[in-house]
């Protein structure tokens, strides 16, 4: 084979790969895939006309996106969900989301000039027009990265990019306790409370999710 049939093979791989991964990465935040589900590579070998091979890389891929496990004789399962997972998925989105807005507001004060802000409110807007949840959910993804884009701090925004298929699966989660009506509506209010109070109001906000999944948490004397 030469390097140029090597290549385009390769390419066709890669696409493979991202087109079965797309599938079923919008299974699992759907939640027509439930969590511990077994994810097995004969059936999605068959159903989307891919090798094994083509299948395992993309079980792979959605393992390090945390929304798949590999389990020793068990095979690969969607991944579960529950308190210990959520408490340590708010922690460090807090962590990251605060200080990023702790940046930007110590930059731009309390009211960000139009070129920082014009990424959210876009996001906002399209979370306003949103006709279904999954998409409202990208969206949702969408404005609170822009809001974290606003520090300019690369590593910050990097470590916060790995959490994104992790967080869409919680707003899964988050979903019964909305209607997207109240979710722009939040939203809308955080925008201009990150601005006014600072890391303050992305804590609180991100406290009030993870609240409704386990409950509030106690606190110390």
Do not use: C, K
Request: aromatic share 4%.
């Amino acid at each position: 084979m030469s390097r140029a049939d090597a290549a385009a093979e390769a390419a066709r791989n890669a696409t493979a790969v991202d087109r079965v991964a797309d599938a079923v990465r919008d299974e699992i935040l759907s939640g027509r895939l439930a969590a511990g589900e077994p994810l097995r590579e004969e059936a999605a070998a068959a159903r989307h006309a891919v090798s094994r091979h083509t299948v395992r890389a993309a079980f792979q891929r959605l393992a390090s996106e945390r929304l798949a496990v590999a389990l020793p004789y068990r095979g690969v399962r969607v991944a579960a969900f529950g308190r210990d997972e959520i408490l340590a998925l708010q922690q460090l989105r807090s962590a990251l989301e605060a200080e990023a807005i702790r940046i930007a507001r110590e930059r731009y004060g309390t009211a960000w000039p139009d070129e920082v802000l014009r990424p959210a409110l876009d996001a906002l807007g399209r979370l306003a027009a949103s006709a279904d949840w999954l998409d409202a959910e990208r969206v949702h993804l969408e404005l609170h990265t822009a809001l974290v884009a606003a520090s300019e701090s690369p590593r910050i925004i990097e470590a916060h990019a790995a959490l994104g298929s992790e967080m869409l699966l919680l707003l899964l989660h988050v979903r019964p306790h909305y209607t997207l009506e109240s979710l722009v509506a939040e939203h809308r209010a955080l925008v201009d409370e990150v601005q006014a109070r600072g890391p303050d109001a992305i804590r609180e906000h991100l406290e009030h999710s993870t609240a409704l999944l386990v409950g509030p948490q106690p606190v110390n004397p």
